[in-house]
């Protein structure tokens, strides 16, 4: 069974401070996916990556892949209060298409 | 991206009743799949709607419990039979869409909040 670990599993802070969040696995997987979660919706395709040590940015979120491909990085610079949900990554195998393993979540509050 | 919608959004259900959940994309795609979440948690895969055959389900759920159909490949449906207070969650249609970077990429519907009384 692949697992990919989240942490930190919850986390709270104020408007304008930074953060990151892991997600970890023993497994090397082709591409990892972070989604984003607000209550009543649908997880959010954020961004994807599928190159080892690649780096990606979009507005104040940085995703790192690393370079073995078992784990992925998010980071958040000056959190506003609208980036608050559950953030989750999700790692897929070229070889089981469509059958994405997902992280335990991370649920972030950013208060103003 | 494909554009997924769900019927319905939530419903209350009486414990022993069947409810039987939409998921409308608006391209045809070749993977369809349906999700169950608890709230806050993540995600885990009922199965795989396959066009023109039988589901294909994952660990620990089975086609009598949740029968799922896929007339088409933008359309399936998912039943959720002899429901219990244990069967209430979110209910997550997903497709598999081509990029043209990464191959495919994952795409959720809304979710259907369900809560059996």
């Known amino acids: 069974t692949q697992l990919l670990e989240q942490s930190p599993q919850f986390l709270s802070i104020q408007e304008g401070e930074n953060l990151t969040v892991y997600c970890n696995s023993s497994s090397v997987f082709s591409s990892l996916q972070w989604y984003r979660q607000e209550p009543g919706e649908g997880p959010v395709l954020l961004v994807t990556v599928v190159t080892g040590g690649e780096v990606k940015k979009l507005k104040r979120l940085t995703f790192q892949f690393g370079d073995a491909r078992k784990d992925s990085s998010l980071h958040i610079t000056a959190a506003q209060p609208g980036d608050t949900g559950l953030y989750l990554c999700?790692?897929?195998?070229?070889?089981?298409?469509?059958?994405?393993?997902f992280g335990d979540g991370t649920t972030l509050t950013v208060k103003p | 991206s494909a554009v997924i919608s769900q019927k319905p959004s939530r419903d209350i259900c009486q414990r022993g009743t069947s409810l039987t959940i939409q998921c409308q994309v608006d391209s045809q795609v070749t993977m369809m799949f349906w999700y169950r979440q608890q709230p806050g948690q993540s995600l885990t895969l009922i199965a795989t709607a396959n066009q023109g055959s039988e589901a294909t389900y994952e660990s620990g759920f089975v086609i009598d419990k949740f029968p799922i159909s896929r007339p088409n490949l933008t359309f399936s449906t998912l039943t959720v039979s002899n429901m219990s207070p244990e069967d209430s969650s979110i209910y997550l249609c997903?497709?598999?869409?081509?990029?043209?970077?990464?191959?495919?990429?994952?795409?959720f519907g809304p979710g259907t909040r369900l809560t059996v009384l």
């Open positions: 997903s497709v598999e869409d081509l990029d043209r970077e990464y191959g495919t990429e994952q795409f």
């Open positions: 999700a790692g897929g195998f070229s070889t089981n298409a469509g059958k994405s393993t």
